[in-house]
């Protein structure tokens, strides 16, 4: 019992350590970046981190949600949507509004319409999220084109609204402007790395437990008293306020917004993210994001770096759903832990090879005596 | 026994009143735009009833929700554009063969992508039906483009006067059509030994295999029975609205909000579900903007899990261990 105990704690400690390296490994991706001429890498990964960062924190409550709640959102878009509308029409509408606080409403007031539906729907068994969700991203979208004096329509804020400034103003803090790419880069992944750590405790929290045991068999959870209803509603919004803060970000970064930021798509993008990566897999959503994120920009770089690939083919939009599609077919049926699981797999794997050959020069060694 | 005899009473329950709701609306409004909106309200969701249908059928079998079932209906909807638009083919064989293709493509995914996973867990399955569904759309995408296309009405365009209201042809076809797959598929799951296995099956899974019926051999039948229906819905209702890459999505949206409606895995809740939602879809249509139409079906959907999560005519979930 006691060896058990110890183990636990020292696993815990064993994410937290992950966490400082994968921290001291993407703080580090301005340095080693510059050092490689653009003559050569032809994107900028800076800049495509950014974005990455701001998808991260989504993909992160997704992956809580889907790997521990075992509940799917096709609608995650819309609360990213509701975060980057909700702070992109305060900021806009008035002057003097503090962005944080703009953030701040927007993760707000997408937590409360999560709940609205989380309540009714993760009541039941089964699957119906899903559908919820699906029907709650198009109505968000429905929103964002229609109501034209609030959102602009599908012009977007600010250009489609008469308001008197030119772009959402940046995200500011106690006056320090996060206005540039490497600022809002350390922005994004400082935030995502809180929220991590925050992921890492809920997972060793009680909530975690009761989840992990909603996940495996929820009527035998029920049974040993877990409220897994509203275990499972608390992560449903609380994914809903990790994507609402993605998304307000992302319109504090690219100053403008419209409605085809926030389409079906990229609902399916966020899961696609979150199976490529690993479902259920501490690291995976943020291994998914990168691989994703980063996997349009060196589609188009491809033809600078092996010459005669045909320039249709770096037109990624085109099949974008495509690959999509398939990625969430042939992960779920070939490879359903993910690439993270496969890292550490592979990891685990050439250690045992690595010490195999050591034993065995070892063994020669000795013959040889 | 007693629950088939309950079925049946329900069944008919539900279609007299639905008859009856229809027969009254019909003195009162007769001739009026009520009536209008009435009509093409029960137009659409018929077509929503059959979708419903194969949704229902999937779940039952496998408890699975199909997220690519609204692509079945828009695969139907372009084959059908192919072949009879484009081809030359006349609308009654265009239409049977645009079916069997759905359908063969229906039954080879089953037994490519689901029959594999049998043993995995429910929300593995439904990861990738939403796979399937999206892949299926970015494919329809790039052989059809992204333009609605507008296919020709299976007799003509010129509206029949029917009780003072203005119908198109084309909603007779629908209806007929969706009143021939309700009854094929009512004797399918009560005449033969193979539907009666699957309700058993649907019943209680371990004790039907207990007593000799597949459930791969069920849950391949559902998908083929499925897609088929789908398939048939979106060809039907095309002359109407345009088909085009994107209809998947929302007829799939509105299907199950039908499902819901009547019951989740009841045939009959299918039809009265999605009857009752086209209707109340119409009228939202012509009171509000229309473009808050879409928006009634998710309302719809969200007010029942509230208030009656096993719908109208279902009944509530057992839990097992």
Redesign the interface.
């Known amino acids: 019992m006691d060896r058990k105990l110890e183990k636990g704690r020292s696993s815990g400690r064993g994410d937290y350590r992950t966490l400082l390296i994968v921290a001291a490994f993407i703080f580090l991706v301005p340095a080693w970046s510059r050092m490689i001429p653009g003559e050569v890498l032809h994107m900028d990964i800076v800049n495509v981190m950014v974005f990455a960062g701001i998808y991260a924190c989504v993909v992160i409550g997704l992956n809580l949600l889907?790997g521990y709640g075992?509940?799917?959102s096709?609608g995650h878009a819309a609360f990213f949507g509701i975060g980057a509308y909700t702070t992109a029409i305060l900021c806009t509408r008035f002057a003097w509004f503090p962005t944080w606080l703009g953030a701040l409403s927007g993760v707000l007031l997408a937590g409360l319409i999560g709940w609205l539906?989380g309540v009714?729907?993760l009541?039941?068994?089964?699957?119906?999220l899903?559908?919820?969700t699906?029907?709650?991203g198009?109505?968000a979208f429905?929103l964002f084109t229609?109501l034209k004096g609030l959102t602009g329509g599908t012009i977007g804020i600010p250009q489609g609204l008469n308001v008197s400034v030119s772009e959402i103003p940046p995200l500011s803090v106690f006056g320090f402007k996060f206005d540039s790419d490497i600022k809002f880069f350390f922005l994004a992944w400082a935030i995502v790395m809180l929220l991590m750590l925050l992921n890492i405790n809920i997972i060793r929290s009680r909530v975690g437990r009761g989840l992990r045991a909603l996940h495996s068999?929820e009527?035998?959870a029920d049974?040993m008293g877990v409220n897994t209803s509203r275990y499972k509603t608390q992560v449903f919004v609380l994914s809903a306020m990790f994507a609402a803060l993605g998304g307000a970000l992302f319109a504090h970064f690219q100053r403008y917004i419209n409605p085809e930021s926030f389409v079906?798509?990229v609902s399916?993008l966020f899961?696609t993210m979150v199976?490529v990566g690993g479902m259920g897999n501490l690291w995976g959503g943020i291994v998914g994001v990168i691989v994703l994120t980063f996997l349009p920009s060196v589609i188009q770089a491809m033809p600078q770096w092996i010459p005669g690939i045909p320039a249709s083919l770096t037109n990624f939009s085109?099949?974008?759903?495509?690959l999509?599609?398939?990625?969430?077919?042939v992960f779920?049926?070939f490879m359903?832990q993910g690439i993270a699981a496969g890292l550490s797999r592979a990891s685990a794997f050439t250690g045992r090879r690595a010490k195999r050959l050591r034993d065995r020069i070892q063994a020669r060694k000795y013959e040889g005596h | 026994m007693g629950r088939t005899d309950r079925k049946q009473k329900m069944l008919l329950l539900g279609s007299a009143v639905f008859f009856c709701v229809v027969v009254v609306a019909t003195l009162i409004f007769k001739g009026s735009t009520g009536f209008q909106w009435i009509m093409s309200g029960l137009t659409v969701g018929s077509i929503y009833a059959l979708i419903a249908m194969g949704f229902s059928v999937i779940y039952s079998s496998t408890h699975v929700i199909n997220f690519a079932q609204g692509e079945f209906s828009m695969l139907g909807g372009m084959l059908m554009y192919t072949l009879s638009t484009r081809g030359g083919v006349p609308p009654l064989l265009g239409f049977l063969l645009a079916v069997l293709m759905v359908t063969a493509l229906g039954a080879g995914l089953e037994r490519a992508t689901i029959h594999p996973l049998r043993d995995q867990s429910v929300i593995t399955v439904i990861i990738v039906t939403i796979g399937i569904s999206i892949f299926l759309r970015a494919l329809a995408k790039w052989i059809w483009g992204t333009d609605p296309v507008k296919i020709a009405s299976f007799s003509g365009d010129s509206p029949v006067r029917f009780l003072g209201a203005a119908v198109v042809p084309q909603s007779f076809w629908v209806f007929g059509f969706a009143i021939l797959a309700v009854i094929l598929v009512f004797l399918f799951f009560n005449r033969t030994l193979m539907g009666k296995g699957m309700r058993a099956a649907a019943n209680n899974a371990d004790a039907a295999s207990l007593v000799g019926i597949s459930t791969s051999t069920s849950s391949l039948v559902a998908w083929t029975i499925a897609s088929g229906l789908g398939a048939a819905a979106g060809i039907v209702i095309a002359p109407i609205s345009f088909a085009s890459y994107s209809v998947g999505t929302m007829l799939g949206l509105k299907g199950f909000s039908s499902a819901i409606l009547g019951g989740l895995g009841s045939a009959p809740g299918a039809v009265v579900g999605g009857l009752v939602l086209g209707v109340l879809e119409t009228i939202t249509a012509g009171v509000f903007p229309s473009g808050y139409k879409d928006a009634v079906a998710f309302l719809i959907l969200i007010l029942v899990l509230l208030v009656r999560p096993q719908g109208l005519l279902g009944k509530p979930e057992d839990v097992k261990v």
Do not use: D
Not at chain 1, 123 to 128: S, T
Not at chain 1, 324 to 329: E, N, V
């Open positions: 889907v075992g509940q799917i096709l539906v009714p729907v009541r039941l068994k089964g699957n119906y899903a559908m919820a699906l029907g709650l198009e109505i429905i229609q068999s009527i035998a049974a079906f798509s399916i899961i199976v085109n099949y974008s759903l495509v999509y599609g398939l990625l969430l077919i779920m049926m359903p």
